[in-house]
């Protein structure tokens, strides 16, 4: 059973960096390709892609944020970790991670996501 | 910057057959685009529909299925169920990064 869960704080400030974990079980990230990655949702408005990471460790980005993002893994701690530096009030939605493969580019099993709030 | 269009809104008869579609600014879309389409109910977290353009999941309901027509990516629900009411999305592989649509509300009435 493939289940992942988001964690990280509710509410930034405008110009700091978020951190946001992704914990997951019932996979690997070692296996090959898997992948994790991260989508976000404006309240209201459409899904995101933001970043994915290949349990060979290739690493994609949204062309339009690559330079404020950054996503790791730690396979021990069947971890995934996204950092969005420089936030901004537009940067408010829920952020979702989850499970894909290389072959058929896909996601099917998604966290809950978890509501980020930027606003000083 | 790659945009991916759907139709904003669409409606159904309960019963009834739509078919939501998918269109990329760089042109037809192709199955190399491998198209995905995600359910999405409110104050939920989307769930997988179909993946690869045409493969359903092993929760999907037979009564959605995909297909590429007329340079698009196409999703088709046969036999509209009211619990069918929801945001539907699509997403598409750009040889590394991918983008998702602005979303179809689907409404069953």
């Known amino acids: 059973q493939i289940t992942l869960k988001e964690s990280g704080p509710t509410l930034v400030k405008p110009t700091q960096t978020l951190t946001l974990t992704c914990t997951f079980s019932?996979?690997?990230?070692?296996?090959?390709?898997?992948?994790v990655g991260w989508i976000r949702q404006p309240p209201g408005k459409a899904l995101e892609w933001l970043a994915l990471?290949?349990?060979?460790?290739?690493?994609r980005y949204s062309p339009s944020l690559k330079s404020r993002l950054t996503i790791t893994k730690d396979t021990s701690k069947n971890q995934v970790v996204l950092t969005m530096t420089n936030m901004d009030p537009v940067d408010t939605a829920t952020y979702y991670c989850a499970h894909g493969w290389s072959g058929s580019h896909n996601f099917d099993y998604w966290g809950q996501g978890t509501l980020v709030t930027v606003s000083s | 910057q790659t945009v991916v269009t759907q139709e904003p809104s669409l409606t159904v008869s309960p019963g009834g057959t739509v078919t939501l579609t998918c269109a990329s600014s760089?042109?037809?879309?192709?199955?190399?685009?491998?198209p995905n389409w995600f359910q999405q109910k409110p104050g939920q977290a989307p769930r997988a529909l179909i993946y690869?353009?045409?493969n359903r999941h092993s929760w999907t309901p037979a009564r959605f299925s995909g297909s590429l027509l007329g340079g698009k990516a196409a999703l088709t629900l046969s036999g509209v169920q009211p619990e069918d009411e929801a945001e539907y999305y699509c997403l598409l592989y750009y040889g590394g990064a991918q983008v998702f649509g602005g979303g179809t509300r689907l409404t069953v009435l």
């Open positions: 760089t042109g037809a879309v192709t199955s190399g685009y491998y």
């Open positions: 690869s353009t045409s």
């Open positions: 990471i290949y349990w060979n460790d290739d690493k």
């Open positions: 019932g996979f690997s990230l070692s296996t090959t390709g898997v992948g």
